[in-house]
């Protein structure tokens, strides 16, 4: 399974942007599929989630400036990223899991906020 990620950039404080996650397999094999972000230094950590059902959740880091969404017919995956802030740069990493069965990851996107 490959999960290529894409839709990253520089973007000013305050600015938006929206990622993409392609998935080779159809989202709904998987239990759960999401993004995390780990910014330099710093351990990876959840950014938002989707279940097979539509349930999300999302770190109370971003709730309610990032929406995470997907389009089934196309297995993609996305998050949309509003009023950003320089604390929001990260690689963020688009992950696919079906619990200790499989678990997969994309290349990573590079977000980038300057204040």
């Known amino acids: 399974v490959q999960l290529q990620a894409s839709g990253g950039g520089l973007v000013q404080a305050g600015g938006s942007l929206r990622l993409s996650c392609a998935v080779s397999?159809?989202?709904?094999?998987?239990?759960?599929v999401g993004w995390y972000r780990q910014a330099p230094g710093q351990e990876r950590e959840l950014v938002a989630t989707?279940?097979?059902?539509?349930?999300?959740n999302y770190s109370d880091s971003v709730k309610g400036r990032f929406t995470i969404s997907r389009d089934i017919s196309k297995n993609t995956l996305y998050l949309r990223l509003n009023s950003l802030k320089p604390e929001d740069t990260a690689v963020y990493y688009c992950?696919?899991?079906?619990?200790?069965?499989?678990?997969?990851w994309g290349q990573g996107t590079q977000v980038t906020v300057s204040s």
């Open positions: 992950n696919a899991n079906r619990g200790f069965i499989e678990n997969f």
């Open positions: 989707i279940t097979t059902t539509g349930n999300t």
């Open positions: 397999r159809n989202i709904f094999s998987f239990n759960v």
